[in-house]
């Protein structure tokens, strides 16, 4: 069902009600992103806080959701209390298929419940529900009534917030189907402050098959590549904590609040040791015939007399390096336990994890005590972790409650700010050098993925500061234009412009696929408008000291080419803008 226009649903929380419009644009922001950004420009107030409940939460899909393979993702964009700038999260499991089969290309939430609600839609209706029995509920709990209080047939997805959304962390996430999120930046926190613990969406739309010639062609062709190359076998493999070998052979994996940057104990939790001792078994995102969520199983006691509860994980790379390698703890079902509060609690694991191991150097220096942390917090002592966390989530005294805004916050009130793992938000677990450290740091959603700023560190060792820029910024524009399609960007190796160009025009929209490249660029453009309106300035975030202090494989971190680097990044994406400052 191929069209021009937009198919939005906007819903007002505090009238209790909804209203299906139509909003042109295309051939000029393509979806995803660019229309999420578009959709902020329209309902967003970039001069209020973050919370204000006029203040929209957007969902947006893409013009390939549905009808090619990996194109699973949805973009969740709004105002975020990490920053109060403009931000976008992406997540996939069933979120983007429902929307697309609930006959939209966005949804938009605005106001605020008088008590704690959950949203359902459709493509015909809405519903707000009254939950507020379920405040201060796990993520774990939540899905289980909300699954029980759902009810029709299609496609569906289920979102949810846990504790820390509704207590306003600015690392709280939004449970996507249980194993996928909106993570980083604070989405959680977003719907909390709209009293929404969870959201519905209802796929009872069908559609037919496009008639052209072209579409079961292409569509053969792109099934085969993603499911047949030595790339997507990665993925289905052991995954992405594979990647936790080779950083640490080259000295790029943060360890103990990145101390260091590789261990020999490396092979206690290395992505074969997690696939040997503790995989259960794959799962994918809807639409996604590669299956790269790995989940793996802990046991929960629920008697004294040794009687357990399994309970399935997902885990990657990210998890394992937050909550593993940054706290020293090695031990891979020790790191799915943490995990497991993680997840109860609604918190992102990154940040989460980053910020405890912030806390736990802290912890060592003397700077906080017991007395805020309410447990001996010592690198690998994985029991304390998870009690940690469940305060963390809960912001159970004044530390956490401020730990949870962040660790410079944190810092800025304890001490400490030098040893913070902060770029822009707290750090990814990719300690590869300069370019990566700049590129994190004034990146659009401070994310490892923004860029391939990792993988250049990793491929290139000279030092060239205009190269540098001019790759993070066409990169950066490539990947504005899949995250609008909205591709995972696992596939950004099989969808490159040639075969994207087929793509599109094999559903007819052959405006956008005739100008792919100029899109990313206006929409990457659109997006640091939009940012910058928000409060955006490359000055205000610096990089704390600890990062000049690591050691690669190529040596120590150049002090003077990192500052000069994000110097130079920061004017090119002003100018990327148009600001005039």
Known sequence: MIRDHFRVLVVNLSSGKGKF?????????????GLAALLYNTYGLPDRPWNVPEQPVIFAIGPLTGYFPLMSKTVCSFKSPYHDQYTESHAGGRSALSLFFANLDALVIIGKSERLCSVSVSSRSIAIQDVNFMKGMGVDETGKLLRGMASGSGHRSIMRIGPAGENGAAMANINVDTYRHFGRIGGGAALGAKNIKGIIIHGDAVFPQPETKEYPKIFSEVYKQVTATDMMKKYHNLGTPVNLQGLNDIKSLPWRNLQATSDPAINQLDGQRFATDTLLRNSACSGCPVGCIHIGFVREMFDANHRYTFKQVSYDYEMIFSLGTMLGVTEPRSILNILDEVE???LDAMSGGVALAWATEATDKGIISEKETGVK????????YQQAIEMLGNGSNEFYRLLGQGSLKAAAEYGGSDFACVLGQEMAGYATGEVFFA????????????TGAYSYDQKNSEQDIEGVVEFLVKDEASRAFMTSMVSCLFARGVYKDELMTECLTS????????????????????????RIATGFTPEAITIPKRFFKVKTWKGSIDAEYLLSLKSAYGKAIIDLAGDSR
Not at 377 to 384: I, T, Y
Not at 439 to 450: A, E, M, V
Not at 508 to 529: C, F, P
């Open 344 to 346: 109860k609690a609604g």
């Open 507 to 530: 559903l007819g929209y052959d405006q956008i696929a005739s100008n792919i490249e100029s899109l990313g660029v206006e929409i990457q453009k659109l997006r640091w408008q939009t």
């Open 377 to 384: 917090l010592s690198f690998g002592n994985a029991e304390a």
């Open 439 to 450: 590129s994190q740091t004034l990146s659009f959603r401070h994310s490892h993925l923004d």
């Open 21 to 33: 419009i139509q909003l042109d644009g295309r051939n000029s922001v393509v979806g995803g992103s």
